[in-house]
């Protein structure tokens, strides 16, 4: 029944003396029932005016609360689904209208959870924002409960403190920034109860520094091997695609805590100290990427135990996995292996088809027993470097008990930093024009379906047209590289095409992508005021060996217009012709004052057709014989060759 209180009206204030009095002894969880609609879907603030009043209601399966600010310390202990605005849409990165919850009390959690047999919790869509602790359970069990696609933000110590017994919890696409956390502890932490079948995925769990900076943990979980899948009814546990990012540490395993699941696809990076450390059991570690951690990228250890044969790293599969730039600030290694743990525990770990590169060192143990690092790539085709077994080898190194041998010769396949044979080729810019006789250059970009950049793929470049020439060059880390050729003489235009050779060799094959773009070459702009002066009586000796006279004159007018006249004969026998220009484009005179000077413009080639003519000259001073030069190129291909002149003079002023 819905409890609504109207206005106030004198004749009904016994009446509602009554309700008022029922009203206070209506208890229902925590608090005092407030005006309940009854459910199974309530809403706030539409129905009830707090989250906590619509949770009070046991009528209420589901509780949507709309966007906005809730100042309150939440306290659920029965069975409900709790959405937010942004129930169904992952945390990480989301800028969106949201429904915050801050706490009233912020030395106080944020959200209790109290659970207990037959109760199950599903928290969706929020952001907890502030005080302490986020969300904290108090009491347990919290079977199959489910943090989903929630930011948590602002709070000082943990974001998440899970402290009961529960199997089978989710926890899927949850963004934990720990900017304002301060001491150590972790942003995510389990304690030692029993969590098999526990799901941690696709999160963003980061910038938990801590203070001193360092000792924050980004997840935690210790105990014995209680996050695996040995209680019945439990799934294999699974840590698979989150984002640890900047964090003391990444994730913290413990002692002997995680097994029986997988760990993939997560992303360890730039945490101060190691990306993942701890001692999983009968685990498959696959396709992660372990990047710019301080300390170790893996660090497989159980904290020392030697004298437990349960402790520590055992039996875990290490496989098409990329460890790269770690270990830079911390002395640390792209893997480490424990030399404190039981004998005889640490050797059953297998690493293998990986990619180990750039990093301070390689792999690291400096223990007796031998561990098993074979076929991987080191980041050479040399291998890892160790000075008994490898001295040559040039890749990341390894400690002598690493058996590293024999390696890979090339990047391992399957892994996350393994490149996907290119998909396109684009050309840039894919048009362009500039003045004949200068440079152009041209960028290929390669790229894999995804979009990610290939690099160390060979580019095979063609240019047809006016310029007729080939080239080469190997793309970088961001799939590009360049190649540089000069202009013609004469204006024209190129045809560029080029096209990735990813087998090397030299051909292009099916499925390697090409690509094209187009250059036009013009005669460049006028020099003002230029002139060029070329007596009618002037010759040479063209390099095909025909005498050839000429004369002209050609000159830039004060409004920039080139204009002039040019006339050549070659007296032949070996090409006769006689060339009358048509019009000059343009005078160009380099320097002050000007020695050389070109002419370009159409011309008719014995009384017919339109070619374009280019002379060069250079005036060397007075006579001119003997010192000044002459040439003459046509796009006809006829090419006079630069000569000296044999007779005649060349003046050039501005």
Known sequence: MKIRVGEVNTKFVAFLAIVAAFATVLTIGVGTAQAAVGGPTCNVPTDYPTIQAAVNDPGCSTINVAAGTYTENVVINRTLTLNGAQAGFGACGRVASESIVTPLNPLVRTLELQGSLGVTIVINGFTFLGGTRAIESTTGPINGLQLLNNRIRGFTDNGVFLNDNGINITVDQNEIDGTAKVGSGALFHLDQDNFDG???????????????????????????????????????PLFSGNFIDNNGTGVNLGRKAWGDGPITGNTFSNNLFDGLQGGPRNSLITKNTFANNGGNGLGLTGFGGATDSTRGAQFNT?????????????AGAGISFSASQFPGTISTNHTNQNNIFGNAFGARYNGTETIDAEQNWWGSPTGPFNLMNNP??????VSDNVDAYPFLTSVAAGTPCTPLPPATLTLSPPTATNDVDTQHTVTATVEDMNGNPVPNVIVRFTVTGSVNTSGMCTTNTSGQCTFTYTGPALPGADVITAFADTNSNGTQDAGEPDGAATKVWTVPVSTPLCQVDVTYGGWIHASNGDRANFGGNAKVDSQSNPLGQEEYQDQGPAQPMNVHSINVLAVVCPGDPPTEASIFGEATIDGAGSFIYRIDVEDHGESGRGLDKYQIRLSNGYDSGDQLLEGGNIQIHK
Do not use: E
């Open 198 to 236: 526990f799901w941690f995925t696709n999160n963003c769990v980061m910038n938990g520094h801590g203070t001193p900076p360092g000792s924050g943990t980004g997840f935690f979980v210790d105990g014995t091997r209680n996050v695996d899948h040995g209680t019945a009814g439990s799934r294999i």
């Open 318 to 330: 290490i496989t098409q996995n990329c460890f790269t730039g770690n270990g830079l600030t911390n």
């Open 392 to 397: 040559t080898g040039t890749g990341n190194a």
